[in-house]
């Protein structure tokens, strides 16, 4: 049952936390790559014709998101650059989401780039405790997110800030109503460039307040397990989630088994 690449402590502290930050998983030559290219995304300006597409209705999430003071999320990386293709089945990664999730599928992809100023967006989390088991030794979690850090992410940087074993807490607290280290029992989690958070989107977390002056950027890359319906979730975002077959022609027979449900799926615009 147990993943062999996975250890017993990482098992244990993943469980315990709700968490794990792996160390050097991308090379200081990788993060400037894909900081490039990253940083030219969010110099452009994007059309999106598709969510003119999708007739009247709650607003959708554009690919470049700047309604933020001092950040810009850029939505659907796979979309914009074949770079960001390689992190879908990342060689270190890819144990911890066969061990955590089962069978993982990649539901979205996103980055965030914080500037001097940038405040926390809220407290939340992607799936209820009840979405994480442990069951017959294996532990379970429905949605677990990876952020690659492609920058310094200290405490002073805007780094993510998570309450460890709040995955499984039975009592819920009024999480907008917290920021940053309010929240009883949050703790900054930090790590250098090059570093992956891994954690359970049952985890309450945000970010904390950015107040140095270098820029921090983070990719995000998230996962569900398979018998989670994508396309459900956040319907008027759903061409964020899925990647047309003509861009997943150019991925590797395990990029494609990771977004399998795209081939299942319908989707138009
Ligand atoms: O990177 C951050 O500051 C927080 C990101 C976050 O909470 C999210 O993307 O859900």
Redo the contacts with the bound molecule.
Sequence with gaps: MTNSQVTQEERFLFDLQGFLVLQNVLSPMDCSRLLQVLSDLEEKEYADEWIDSLGPGPPARPTKETNRTDQVRINGLPRLNPVFDHLIDHPRVLPYLKEFVGEPQLINT?S?S?FQGAE??GY?R?VQPTDHTFREGAIRTRML?T?YFLTENGPGD???VAVPGVHKCNIDLNWRDYRGLNLPGSVAVTGEPGDVLIFSEAVV????PKTTANTRS?L?YNYVHTHYNPMMREPRNCHHFYIPQNIRERFSQSQRDLTAWMELAKWDF
């Design positions: 996103w965030i914080k926390p967006g939340h992607g997110n952020v805007g780094c993510l977390h945000d970010g904390l983070n995000y």
